[in-house]
Every structure is written in structure tokens, then in C-alpha cells.
């Protein structure tokens, strides 16, 4: 069971099948558990790199945006005429 917790490695259907009969229903218990960290963790992991990525992309839109306004080309118009 501790591998469950540390690694995250659930034994095969033989290892929970002894481990149930010498510690009964608290191995599905923990396995569950450890699931549910598993899941809780990977939700969270990716809703803050979806947050970062949408962050670092306002901050480039607003960096590079000025940028892409500001010709570096001479302007061609014609001066107005007074």
C-alpha cells in the first residue's frame, strides 16, 4: 500500500486480491484514495499551465501588439495640404 501512495503503482489484481485478504475493504479504500489524489492533482496541474499559457499569452499580446502597430517601413502617404 505504500507504493500506492508514494508512486502512485497499484499492484496487479493478484497483490490486491492477498492485500484485501489480509487488511480487507481499507485496501480499496486507499487505492480509491490514491486515485483521487491522482485525479485531483492532474486537474489542477493543468488548469494552472492553461492559466499560465493564457497569462503569457495577454502579456505578449500586449508587448508585441505595439510592435506590430508601429511601422518600421517609411509612410508612404502624402503630406496633406494645408
Given at each position: 500500500?505504500?507504493?500506492?501512495?508514494?508512486?502512485?503503482?497499484?499492484?496487479?489484481?493478484?497483490?490486491?486480491?492477498?492485500?484485501?485478504?489480509?487488511?480487507?475493504?481499507?485496501?480499496?479504500?486507499?487505492?480509491?484514495?490514491?486515485?483521487?489524489?491522482?485525479?485531483?492533482?492532474?486537474?489542477?496541474?493543468?488548469?494552472?499551465?492553461?492559466?499560465?499559457?493564457?497569462?503569457?499569452?495577454?502579456?505578449a499580446w500586449t508587448t508585441l501588439g505595439s510592435a506590430r502597430r508601429t511601422s518600421f517601413a517609411p509612410d508612404l502617404r502624402p503630406d496633406p495640404v494645408d
Amino acid at each position: 500500500m505504500i507504493d500506492v501512495i508514494e508512486r502512485g503503482q497499484v499492484p496487479d489484481q493478484a497483490g490486491i486480491a492477498q492485500a484485501q485478504a489480509a487488511y480487507g475493504p481499507l485496501v480499496t479504500r486507499v487505492i480509491q484514495a490514491a486515485y483521487g489524489a491522482f485525479h485531483a492533482g492532474l486537474n489542477v496541474a493543468l488548469v494552472v499551465s492553461g492559466l499560465a499559457l493564457v497569462g503569457s499569452g495577454i502579456v505578449a499580446w500586449t508587448t508585441l501588439g505595439s510592435a506590430r502597430r508601429t511601422s518600421f517601413a517609411p509612410d508612404l502617404r502624402p503630406d496633406p495640404v494645408d
